[in-house]
């Protein structure tokens, strides 16, 4: 990998109507590159490999046991990043797999068909390619059906892959059962399936598992995770230093390096160059006239450059919903003391998952999205509200509407906009539609403000 | 008290007092008042279901109840249980693997529903009243099956239209009157005189709810028998019995988790080839295909339906390894689609003429 | 067997065709055919028994198909475009063994094996991939119909059209021609652009030798080398792709006499006269 030589001081100029960028995301893309190849890299060593999703719960486990992930999703997002999905798509759909299915799932299988028929990587894949595993992991979780069929469909061209589905079910939010009464029920099932799943690891691996590097590999995951939240902390200041846009891609090490230094290193070095901008007042626009939240859905990867068009009108996102489900700090979920780091991680997903639910139960008619949105709209000073509904995914692109609606019952009417498009399928996606539509929405937002 | 999906546990609504009335679309009726609240990604049947909520045909609905059965029922729950504004709702959770640990965490959320729902009752739902809530819908099952036995000759006594609107039927009153209902349909069609041999194709549906008579009739008008099924209001709801021999929740929650065989309920691979797995999810389709006499399948999904979509290939994987032709099927929820049916319909008939 | 005559209607979307034969093509018809087409069969079909010098009665079967043939209340028989065009692909190139129909509103694909459909695919629903695409984007830019096919073979480098959408396609390709972009390369990207479609359909199939195309999207000469360019080798234009349809409608129904002869049975027919069709018949 060649050196990077990262600017010694910030800020660094901004291009394409921002002021400033962000270093730190600077770093994402090569870091990304680099998993991908040494995942490849691994696959020709023979090394052990597993399928992953994100947001599992089972990141720490893989990393104390040296397993190398490789993020299935991510990939498809990749391929649509680099507008490259069109051909693994249309693979799937010549095995009678649905268009409407989730894009990342046929991308993945659409890709892994075609490897498996070749016997090696497709042509000119992307950064490489996606390794063949030793084994996949699934999770049926509370949402995403894919999640828990797509690997089962991938078997169908290498059979002899296993499968491991780790639940992830936590609570519902309902009006009359507080989920503290009957957490301790799902904890002790996701506790006894992450520990199935460590047994299945060992099996098929070859290996034991290290308790007490688990546990240090959980604590660094917290820490990391405590960095993060002071990152998203920072950016209430105003004008805010950092935006969704690049958010998107700070997410990576969250989302797929937890457990590991790097992941650490990386929020500390984003930490100390928030700090410094919001010192400065360093803004990610010239002017900063309209503060929006990014209250739903994924972002299309293809065209994340519709943030630099947000920026031209001078419309920056200081917080965003997505990616941040799991950022809370362990200290403020009050969970039990245990010595099982099983039992641990247990408790601080449910605990995650349900964070808004006594706030929303304090709320007549609210609910814990709702009840998000609303504190981030206070906390961060927000004046209007972007939604993202992806045509492929049902998991976070369902509840959008009546989560505005909602929040227009019980709090009050903020200027939305809900964008239509998929994340990895670039057919249906119009510029000049969704230009337009971002136009209607600024005036919108400037009639607001002028009153 | 209104549900959704075969995967909710009716057996403790009626043991609770209520009769569970299972919601559904019209395929006639444009979805027009939904769209304002839910988004049109999500499955064509679900959102009908809740555009009917919202122009008041479920008002005189208790309560209702929602079952964790895939991503467009789960996430609509918010919305549904909200915009009804019912006095009552509840999901339940149903894990998605079938382990023992996964059966252990359904009994205690099967309890938690079970003393909800009693809360709302104003009465405890007691182990008798399960007791006797199973045997009532057991019995049910065994009518439906005795139903069933009537289209294994050639011709069929009862048509497939007839069964379709029989189940629908029995989907929305209470397990007595369904039970009467069947009694009274079965004597009806045990009277029938056979007929002679018509050697039209015998047709099995796959598929999730299939809860309109449009699709089986069209099939029927086409010239086709259809004799058998794997959907929802069909052998699905109907081919398995809850298990006394345990204690009352233990043996819903067994039921509802490994004897109902739905693709959103991920079935550990326990064979050593690709074949075995398909045989051990698939099997019952090759044993409906031979008890029936079947000649062809169609794979009848709607559009976004993300646990059936997902397993196409294999399905028709398994259903070529029978030597049995296959028609797969993407429709949407409405009788606009009609004449695009009928055509694909009656090409795969005609590829079946002997 | 001499003598007999056998006709096949097929109402299409955009055209009707009529031909009558015997053993082989006597007289054929095509015409559009408009939303009165259930009231005017009878005209094509008076109009085809002209040219063949034949009176209604002296046809023994009559099989109508396509989307308007359930209005064909003279036919004998109805049967779907699927087996129709199946039955007169193998007619036209006896060694076809995969069939893309590329029609004026749908495009269909066919898998034959021993003169039997074993299997087929349909897209009924989207115009991309069929002949509307082509008009509806010709219009946008400005040029003939008929000539899209021969000038996107001028192209020198084809452009990539990312919309699957007729609609955001024609505004796509508006958008390329106001940055000057040849016109040919933007016609070939149209040609590119359907045959991906109609490629990506297709595929679900076991795609086998030969590959016949029918259907005014065959004629299209620019669309047809598309193809062939997707499917890695050439495929087979019958002399009158127009009239598969009709023809397999016709053998059909001379098949199925044939063997009632053979087997001593008698056919079902319809009580028929060739009038106008009223609301009632």
């Keep these: 990998m060649e050196e990077q030589k990262w600017p010694e001081k910030y800020p660094v100029e901004g291009k394409r109507g921002r002021k400033y960028g962000t270093v730190a995301a600077m770093k994402v893309g090569p870091m990304v590159k680099a998993a991908i190849g040494s995942s490849v890299e691994a696959q020709q060593e023979d090394k052990d490999i597993a399928y992953t999703f994100i947001e599992c719960n089972y990141d720490e486990i893989i990393r104390a046991m040296d397993i190398v992930p490789v993020w299935t ?105 507080d989920s503290h009464e009957i957490e301790g029920y799902y904890a002790k099932y996701i506790t006894e399936d992450l520990r199935g799943l460590v047994k299945f690891l060992e099996e098929h691996f070859h290996k034991k598992m290290d308790w007490d590097r688990l546990w240090e590999t959980i604590k660094l995951a917290d820490a990391t995770t405590d960095l993060h939240v002071e990152c998203r902390e920072l950016r209430k200041a105003v004008p805010t230093p950092m935006d969704t846009g690049d958010a998107m891609n700070c997410m990576v090490p969250q989302a797929f390096m937890m457990g590991t230094q790097e992941a650490y290193d990386f929020y500390r070095d984003l930490r100390d160059e928030l700090r410094y901008k919001v010192e400065h007042k360093l803004g990610v626009v010239e002017e900063e006239k309209y503060r929006l939240v990014w209250a739903g ?59 808004w639910y006594d706030l929303a139960r304090k709320r007549p008619g609210s609910e814990p999205d709702v009840e998000r949105t609303i504190n981030y709209i206070e906390q961060y000073d927000i004046d209007g509200i972007v939604m993202h509904e992806a045509f492929s995914c049902r998991t976070w692109h369902v509840g959008l509407i009546w989560q505005l609606n909602q929040l227009r019952k019980i709090y009050r009417d903020v200027p939305s906009l809900i964008l239509e498009s998929d994340i990895v399928d670039i057919s249906s996606y119009n510029e000049a539609d969704t230009r337009a539509r971002i136009d209607a929405f600024i005036d919108t937002l400037e009639a607001v403000k002028s009153r | 008290m209104g549900y959704m999906c075969a995967l909710t546990p009716v057996e403790i609504i009626t043991a609770a007092g209520f009769v569970p009335f299972r919601i559904k679309g019209d395929v006639n009726e444009p979805i027009t008042k939904a769209d304002s609240q839910l988004e049109t990604i999500v499955c064509p049947l679900v959102r009908s279901a809740f555009d009917m ?239 029936f006499n079947v000649d062809g399948v169609i794979l009848y999904l709607l559009k976004y339906c993300d646990p059936f979509g997902f397993e196409v290939p294999a399905r028709m994987q398994y259903i070529q390894s029978l030597d049995t032709p296959v028609l797969y099927i993407e429709d949407e929820y409405s009788m606009s689609t009609i004449a695009r049916l009928r055509t694909r319909v009656q090409a795969f008939l005609e590829t079946l003429a002997k | 067997m001499t003598g007999r005559y056998f006709a096949g209607v097929d109402i299409g979307s955009t055209m009707t065709k009529v031909v009558i034969m015997d053993q082989a093509l006597v007289a054929s018809v095509i015409g559009p055919t408009g939303p009165e087409h259930r009231k005017l069969a009878n005209r094509v079909m008076e109009e085809a028994l002209a040219k063949a010098q034949l009176s209604f009665d002296e046809i023994d079967y009559v099989v109508a198909t396509g989307y308007g043939r359930i209005n064909v209340p003279f036919a004998d028989k109805q049967i779907t475009e699927i087996s129709c065009h199946a039955r007169g692909a193998i007619y036209m190139v006896p060694g076809a063994r995969t069939v893309i129909d590329i029609g004026g509103q749908d495009c269909k694909g066919i898998q034959v094996k021993e003169g039997r459909v074993i299997d087929f695919v349909m897209n009924d629903k989207c115009a991309a991939g069929t002949g509307r695409f082509l008009e509806v984007t010709a219009e946008e830019l400005g040029v003939d119909l008929e000539d899209m096919g021969r000038l996107s073979l001028e192209a020198e480098n084809r452009v990539e059209i990312s919309s699957t959408c007729t609609v955001f396609a024609a505004q796509e390709v508006v958008a390329r021609l106001s940055e000057g972009v040849p016109l040919a390369d933007i016609v070939a990207g149209l040609h590119w652009a359907i045959a991906t479609r109609i490629y990506r359909m297709v595929r679900r199939l076991k795609i086998e030798k030969e590959v016949v195309l029918t259907g005014g999207g065959a004629k299209n000469a620019g669309l047809v080398n598309a193809l062939e360019a997707k499917l890695g080798f050439p495929a087979v234009v019958p002399t009158e792709p127009l009239l598969t349809g009709a023809m397999g409608a016709a053998l059909l129904g001379s098949d199925m006499v044939m063997k009632a002869t053979e087997s001593g049975t008698s056919l079902p027919r319809r009580e028929r006269r060739l009038d106008e069709a009223t609301l009632f018949t």
Excluded at chain 2, 237 to 262: E, G, M
């Design chain 1, 297 to 355: 859905g994924l972002p299309s990867w293809f065209a994340l450059s519709d943030f630099n068009y947000f920026w031209s009108k001078g419309a920056t996102f200081p917080v965003e919903s997505t990616y941040n489900e799991q950022v809370y700090s362990a200290n403020e979920l009050d969970l039990p003391k245990t010595d099982d780091p099983l039992e641990y991680m247990a408790w601080r997903w449910i605990r995650r998952w349900t964070y």
């Design chain 1, 73 to 177: 999703e991510n990939y498809a997002g990749i391929c649509g990043a680099k507008r490259d999905a069109q051909r693994f798509l249309e693979r799937a759909e010549s095995l009678n797999l649905s268009r409407s299915l989730c894009t990342y799932a046929l991308c993945g299988l659409g890709f892994d068909e075609w490897r498996e028929e070749l016997g090696e990587m497709p042509p000119d894949s992307p950064w490489g390619g996606q390794a063949r595993p030793g084994v996949m992991l699934s999770s049926g979780q509370i949402l995403c059906d894919p999640r828990n069929k797509w690997y089962q469909a991938a078997q169908q061209f290498q059979p002899d892959v296993p499968i491991y589905n780790v639940a992830g079910l936590f609570p519902m939010y309902e009006r009359d059962v």
């Design chain 2, 53 to 291: 909520t919202l122009k008041g045909n479920y008002d005189f609905l208790d309560g209702m109840v929602i079952p964790h059965a895939c991503d467009s029922i789960a996430r609509s729950y918010s919305t549904i249980s909200c915009s009804l504004e019912l006095p009552y709702s509840h999901f339940v959770h149903i894990p998605h693997t079938t382990k023992d640990l996964s059966k252990e965490f359904f009994e205690a959320e099967l309890d938690t529903f079970r003393k909800s729902l009693g809360g709302f009752a104003g009465e405890e739902i007691s182990d008798e009243s399960l007791v006797r809530a199973i045997d009532l819908h057991n019995a049910i099952k065994a009518k439906v099956r005795e139903l069933y036995q009537f289209r294994k000759s050639d011709p069929p006594l009862v048509s497939g239209t007839e069964v379709v609107k029989v189940l629908v039927a029995v989907m929305g009153i209470p397990a007595v009157e369904a039970s009467q209902l069947l009694d009274d349909v079965i004597d009806e069609v045990k009277k029938r005189a056979s007929a002679p041999a018509r050697k039209s194709p015998r047709i099995m549906v796959i598929g999730a709810e299939v809860d309109d008579v449009a699709f089986v009739k069209l099939i029927e008008d086409s010239g086709a028998d259809v004799v058998v099924d794997s959907m929802c209001v069909g052998t699905r709801d109907y081919f398995f019995d809850v298990d006394t021999a345990q204690k009352p929740l233990d043996s819903i929650a067994d039921y509802y988790l490994r004897k109902l065989n739905c693709p959103r309920t991920y079935r550990e691979w326990t064979g050593k080839t690709y074949e075995e797995d398909l045989e051990a999810r698939f099997g019952h389709i090759g044993g409906f295909a031979k008890d």
